[in-house]
């Protein structure tokens, strides 16, 4: 099964990329953030004291997490990622996430011929040993941007737009520092992977750079 692992930084493109190498090849794909913030965002609904013993309730959660129930659309808010950046520094949980991760690549090599995971720690961690290894970055401006025209809230007025970037800007900023600064599966580029920057790239530059370097190999 040939495995391709992309990480980055919050909204640097890695997600977009992902899919569109799946769609190309016909390849199973997982989002593996989404693990992560199905758990906060379990720990938010059932309102579990979130300063007391975080680590053992999400990893309760964990532990019973289905991949089938996870939908994507609620899990978007950045509440939801604050919380799950937070949890994500907590290596029992950890263990727990990166088995269920591998236990999906497993379960899928019958079925498919490859498999696409981003996150974090996919090319570090989960896949150490990936035919292709992806990192992708891009400023912080250009990321937040992203993410706002993500919200699609188009009726914003010009002040309230700048307010809002800045708003992201430093929610994005504190979440990529405690993700980088974690001491356990830090947010770093394998030494063996490609690095991207996408701040003046869009998702087609972005794909057609990639799928370069996977067909020419
Ligand atoms: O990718 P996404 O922004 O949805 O991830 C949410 C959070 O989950 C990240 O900020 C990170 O702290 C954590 N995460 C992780 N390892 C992964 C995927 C996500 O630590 N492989």
Redesign the pocket.
């Known amino acids: 099964m040939i495995e391709i692992a992309i990480d980055g930084t919050?909204a640097s493109g890695k997600?977009t990329l992902a899919r569109k190498l799946a769609e190309k090849y016909n390849f199973i794909y997982l989002?593996?953030?989404?693990?992560?913030?199905k758990v906060a965002n379990e720990l938010i609904i059932k309102k579990k004291n979130i300063s007391n013993d975080l680590e053992y309730h999400s990893s309760v959660i964990a532990r019973n997490l289905n991949f089938l129930e996870i939908k994507k659309e609620d899990l978007r808010s950045e509440e939801t990622?604050k919380l799950?950046?937070l949890i994500?520094t907590h290596p029992k949980l950890?263990e727990i996430l990166n088995l269920k991760q591998k236990e999906f690549v497993e379960e899928n090599k019958k079925k498919f011929s490859g498999c696409i995971l981003?996150?974090?720690?996919?090319g570090t961690k989960?896949l150490p040993n990936a035919n292709f290894k992806f990192f992708i970055d891009a400023s912080i401006e250009v990321r937040a941007k992203r993410r706002l025209l993500e919200k699609n809230i188009s009726f914003l007025h010009e002040k309230d737009e700048k307010c809002m970037l800045q708003f992201l800007i430093k929610q994005m900023n504190d979440?990529d520092k405690?993700?980088i600064k974690r001491s356990i599966?830090p947010l770093v580029p394998a030494d063996d992977a490609y690095v991207i920057d996408t701040t003046f790239i869009d998702a087609d530059e972005l794909f057609l750079k990639v799928t370069k370097i996977i067909d020419e190999i």
């Open positions: 919050a997600g989002d593996t953030g989404l693990l992560y913030r990622a799950a950046s994500a950890r981003d996150g974090r720690d996919i989960i979440r405690l993700d599966s």
